[in-house]
């Protein structure tokens, strides 16, 4: 399967097109790193939520954001903080999935997708939309599960769903 890399900026704009299209105004968010996904969302969701596992990355976005009430901005382990923030929103939500280890400056782990996607499972989100960023990595990166894993596991937990790559994202949408 072939994936193509994508800018922030077209993934910010699919994040955006997404949220009108199924009327969803919180975002959730693994992996801040600097914020770049937060602050091009900002405009367009009432609430904004994203959990970064670096200290230092999560403290520089705390500071950038600190005058945003709408966003509100945690650390650790998007493994175990995904449930938590799920647990505040009461409403469908854009899950934007993008904790995973990206080079230098980044945390390293193992992938938590799995666990995220369990998280979004158990919360009951119906109505969500989950995109999965960078594709292209489930299937080169050591200690990350493969992209037709991923798929397999997204369409077994949310079998209502439509689910599939497009660019560098993995979809699950309703149908």
């Known amino acids: ?9 077209d ?12 009327e969803l105004k919180t975002f959730c968010e693994t992996g801040t790193y600097e914020g770049a996904m937060l602050a091009a969302c900002l405009p367009h969701f009432d609430e904004l939520l994203s959990v970064e596992l670096d200290e230092k990355l999560y403290t520089d976005v705390k500071l950038r954001f600190l005058n945003e009430p709408k966003v509100h901005v945690y650390q650790g382990d998007s493994a175990e903080k995904l449930a938590e923030m799920l647990n505040l929103v009461t409403k469908p939500s854009l899950i934007w999935a993008d904790a ?38 489930f299937s ?36």
């Open 100 to 137: 995973h280890y990206s080079g230098e400056g980044t945390a390293k782990g193992n992938s938590p997708i799995i666990q995220e996607l369990f998280a979004v499972y158990k919360y009951g989100m119906e109505g969500s939309v989950i995109l999965i960023d960078d594709a292209r990595e």
């Open 1 to 9: 399967m072939f994936q193509i890399h994508m800018s922030n900026k």
């Open 140 to 175: 080169f990166q050591p200690d990350y599960p493969s992209l037709a894993t991923v798929i397999n596991i997204a369409g077994s937990l949310f079998q209502t769903s439509k689910i599939g790559v497009v660019g560098d994202i993995i979809m699950v949408v309703p149908r």
């Open 11 to 22: 993934k910010a704009n699919v994040i955006i097109q997404l949220a009108k299209k199924y």
